[in-house]
């Protein structure tokens, strides 16, 4: 007998042997597929009628080894909130979406006169649900589903990208680049990225001529260039084979000293994957392109969206999270419709981070009197006055060491 | 996807979702419950292009091959399998109780290769395709199909000593070159 004979023969055994599945594997399928459509334009109707679907396929769904699963599977409470941690240490969750990673930031001098921000995140162990130091990256993006983070190395801009398993905590592939990366976004979908190529470091920064923060010395740094932009185009990587493809986004010649972009200026999938959009420092504010990398107008079903709020639209498309909307001693953010900018809705929150669900958005907020820079991850909801702290309150001001900032995801 | 569409994934899956598990146990060596998760998520991805797809079979397939492959979306953590009975027992002959034995060797050490290592041996030896047809399954060349299979058959007979009594495959007498992608770790 040859090997490849008995590799066959006990191939063949071995799937002789098993028992069929279970009956209801199609409902189980659909189920969890309408779970992870997170950012369809379903009706209201059919997303209501998901949500409770949801509800009533858990016991199916769990019906696995528990050890295998991830804790964001393992724990499908609506909402986990832990008010008494900041910076947070467990899982923390509301809806269909939940806090993926959280970085602090802080300033190391590289020379005499230059310094660079360097990132250290803090991502979910998927085995654990607990957010642990890892030091290796300089950017992380957590793919929809969070099994799976896209991740850049330290030195930027990177010359490969990472995916990152979060359930081992193993890098499970490299996706080498041709141009240096020094940004990565998931498509909503989670199938492809968008890398934003820059020809150096666009996070460099150099000594300031003047005492920045009024401490009487002049040891501040700040952003090295604002006449020049770095950025060079985006990659599209199709994240199953590992495929990428560059285009070139000339950055506009500066015409009164400054370009219109940030040093730093990324760019991230539109809310349906069509295009890409990047964020203008001066007025209209956003431009879209398409995959070739020309410019388009802005899609109607986006036309009020700002690249400024984090949220952007509701996962039924139909709203869109709006800037703050609040006075100077009360928090409040608007929810608009993005089609026609109108505001819809006036809400708690002082910064509205991510959608929960097409009536529930993770914001920071404050404690009424206290500093504008102690605010807690809170959930809101449209049409009610009432907050929910999900963390503790961060502590120091803008910019601080230690300041924990939250990367979010959709479980 | 609308009523209809529903109607006929649930007639496809209730009719061949036992046939597509067997193979999806295969490509996860053995591991069951990762065998229905890869089978689920393959069968998610169908679901999303249900009415455009002609072949729902070999397009089911075609994603359990490719998502095991490039398994970023489905890493388990590696788990000791329990086989019946210790790899180091195995005899020489391949029929009588002996040959069970040595089908068990051969399972235990099917779930150590790694996924791509095993997924081509299921291509061409249980689903008994041609190293071209695998080779456009899997998007690659007849060559890293070829090199796979012999790396991957040398990789058994490595994990399995028992496997020495056992003649050379014909794959196994091909040279071997390695067309694969590097993959590069930490």
């Not at chain 1, 990225?193 to 666009?202: G, Q, R």
């Not at chain 1, 899609?299 to 709203?319: D, F, I, M």
């Amino acid at each position: 007998m040859n090997v490849d004979e008995l590799v066959r023969d006990s191939l063949r055994e071995q799937a002789a042997e098993q028992p069929p599945l279970a009956p209801g594997f199609a409902e189980r399928v659909l189920t969890v597929r309408r779970r992870r459509r997170t950012r369809s334009f379903a009706t209201v109707a059919a997303a209501t009628a998901a949500v409770v679907a949801v509800a009533v396929a858990v016991p199916l769904l769990d019906s696995g080894k528990d050890e295998l699963r991830l804790s964001t599977e393992m724990n499908r409470s609506d909402i986990i909130a832990h008010p008494d941690q900041s910076p947070p240490r467990d899982l923390i969750a509301a809806g269909d979406v939940a806090l993926a990673a959280w970085f602090t930031v802080d300033t190391v001098k590289t020379s005499k006169d230059t310094a660079v921000p360097v990132r250290t995140y803090r991502v979910l162990d998927q085995e654990t649900g607990k957010y642990v130091k890892d030091t290796r990256w300089s950017q992380v993006a957590v793919a929809p589903g969070m099994r799976t983070a896209a991740v850049l190395e330290k030195d930027l801009p990177a010359r490969r990208i990472g995916l990152l398993d979060l359930l081992t905590g193993e890098v499970e592939r490299w996706i080498p680049v041709d141009r240096g990366v020094a940004s990565v976004e998931f498509s909503p979908d989670g199938t492809r990225l968008v890398a934003t190529t820059y020809s150096k470091n666009p996070d460099l920064l150099a000594r300031a001529a003047n005492d920045l923060d009024g401490d009487g010395k002049k040891n501040d740094f700040m952003r090295e260039e604002w006449s020049k932009s770095y950025r060079t185009g985006f990659y599209i990587v199709d994240v199953d084979s590992g495929g990428t493809e560059w285009t070139e986004v000339p950055v506009e010649e500066p015409e009164n000293g400054l370009v219109i972009v940030n040093p730093r200026q990324d760019f991230s999938f539109s809310d349906d994957g069509k295009l890409v959009r990047s964020g203008l420092s001066t007025e209209s504010y956003d431009q879209y392109y398409d995959l070739k990398g020309a410019e388009v107008d802005k899609p109607a079903a986006e036309k009020y969206l700002t690249w400024l709020v984090k949220a952007g639209l509701s996962p039924n498309g139909k709203l869109a999270a709006g800037d703050f909307a609040g006075g100077a001693k009360t928090t409040a953010s608007e929810i608009v419709d993005p089609r026609t900018g109108k505001r819809l809705h006036k809400i708690p929150g002082q910064q509205l981070l991510a959608w929960a669900d097409n009536e529930r958005l993770v914001a920071w907020d404050i404690t009424a009197g206290d500093s504008e820079f102690h605010n807690a991850l809170v959930l809101v909801t449209i049409g009610s006055d009432k907050t929910l702290r999900l963390s503790g309150a961060r502590k120091g001001d803008d910019g601080a060491a230690g300041r924990w900032n939250p990367v979010f995801a959709t479980r | 996807m609308d009523a209809a569409g529903q109607e006929s994934f649930r007639e496809f899956v209730a009719g061949r979702s036992s046939a597509l598990l067997k193979t999806a146990v295969l490509l996860s060596g053995g591991d069951r419950h990762a065998a229905e998760d890869l089978l689920q998520n393959a069968l998610i991805k169908a679901a999303g292009r249900w009415q455009r797809i002609d072949e729902p079979e070999a397009y089911v397939r075609r994603i359990l091959y490719r998502q095991q492959v490039s398994r970023w979306r489905l890493k388990w953590r590696r788990r000791e399998l329990t086989v019946a009975e210790p790899p180091e027992s195995g005899g020489g002959a391949a029929d009588g109780a002996a040959g069970v034995e040595l089908r068990l060797v051969m399972r235990g050490a099917l779930a150590r290769l790694t996924a791509r290592q095993r997924t081509v041996l299921v291509l061409r030896y249980f689903e008994d395709l041609p190293e071209g047809d695998v080779a456009r399954i899997l998007g690659c060349s007849v060559g890293t199909v070829r090199s796979t299979t012999h790396r991957s058959l040398a990789r058994l007979r490595e994990l399995a000593p028992e496997l020495a009594a056992l003649g050379p495959a014909p794959a196994e007498q091909q040279p071997s070159r390695d067309f694969s992608p590097v993959e590069v770790r930490p």
